[in-house]
């Protein structure tokens, strides 16, 4: 079956300026793979500044990137014009962190659901699906209130109803729970995992380990701009984690022991050698100085480490 995302060698950099000239600058995204398919939902995890959020605007057209391939729904990014890519809006939609940035104020809930119908729906009767979605996210008593009288989680909710109006193929929620009690964030996962079908897929980005390892089918865990491992949730227990992913998950209180690296530390992006090398309780010399790809441990477990499944692989 066709992946629904498929991104190959993604580099995206931001300039920075300088005081005679604009230099390249370091990538955010440095040669990312990534592949999406119908049925799943794949969760992309690290620490801010790790390159998740820049990797699925890059990939979804929101910024320019500098180098690598993207298809979204078998079509190749960069040969897209303007128009065409308007017009897998409806099938491809972000989720966006803040929903205030979703929402005018002066519009109220109904409103907001009726433009999204208009615009997405156009043959279907625009009170039923507002109703439909409504009701399918728990707002339908509150139609007629305006952003400011919602709370962070209803506001959510008009966000996420807004894409389930589109009926989208591809999904992709970026740190859509951030702010959010531990109630809250559980009923819009939910919510937001009843849309997922075999023909549909959902991306979710985030900080929050255990919220994706409840959500998603696997996992991509990204440092200084590069995936350092992928695994299946269902072997989360038994996998031989890299460090990284070991520390956020000790953090997360989701292995035992005491955190033995801080994974929010400041690791740079180095441009030799692992990012992980200075916090990292593994380390070995060649760490600083040779970066390691990743390498397949078992059937849908990669990690990028020298040490991690080194015994194995001699």
Not at 140 to 164: F, I, K, N, W, Y
Not at 182 to 209: Q, T
Not at 214 to 225: P, S
């Amino acid at each position: 079956m066709s992946a629904l995302l498929e991104i190959r060698n993604l580099v995206k950099r931001y300039p920075r300026p300088g005081l005679w000239r604009r230099d390249a600058g370091v990538p955010a995204v440095a040669g990312v793979d990534l592949v999406v398919r119908p049925g799943e939902v794949v969760g992309i995890i690290g620490e801010s500044g790790s390159g998740k959020t820049t990797l699925v605007r890059a990939a979804l057209g929101l910024l320019p990137f500098q180098a690598g391939q993207v298809k979204l729904l078998d079509h190749a990014l960069g040969g897209l014009s303007a128009a065409a890519l308007r017009g897998l809006r409806r099938e491809v939609q972000l989720l966006f962190q803040h929903p205030r940035s979703m929402l005018n104020p002066g519009l109220t809930v109904r409103q907001h659901l009726l433009e999204s119908a208009g615009l997405h729906r156009p043959d279907e009767d625009p009170d039923q699906v507002v109703r439909a979605v409504a009701d399918q996210v728990g707002l339908g008593h509150r139609l007629d209130a305006r952003p400011r009288a919602l709370s962070g989680g209803e506001q959510r909710r008009v966000g996420l109803a807004r894409v389930l109006v589109a009926q989208p193929r591809l999904l992709v929620a970026d740190e859509p729970t951030s702010g959010l009690d531990a109630a809250l964030k559980a009923d819009l996962i939910d919510l937001m995992l009843a849309a997922r079908g075999p023909e549909r897929a959902i991306v979710l980005v985030s900080h929050d380990l255990p919220l994706v390892t409840y959500a998603c089918d696997r996992v991509v865990v990204m440092l200084a701009g590069r995936v350092v491992e992928r695994f299946g949730t269902a072997e989360l227990a038994q996998a031989d984690h890299h460090p990284y992913t070991l520390a956020l998950l000790r953090t997360a209180g989701m292995r035992d022991g005491r955190a033995d690296a801080d994974p929010a530390g400041p690791q740079g992006r180095p441009t030799q050698g692992c990012a992980f090398a200075g916090a990292c309780p593994r380390v070995q010399p060649r760490c600083h100085d040779e970066r390691p790809g990743l390498r397949t441990l078992q059937p849908g477990h990669a990690v990028a480490c020298h040490v991690v499944g080194a015994e194995e692989a001699a």
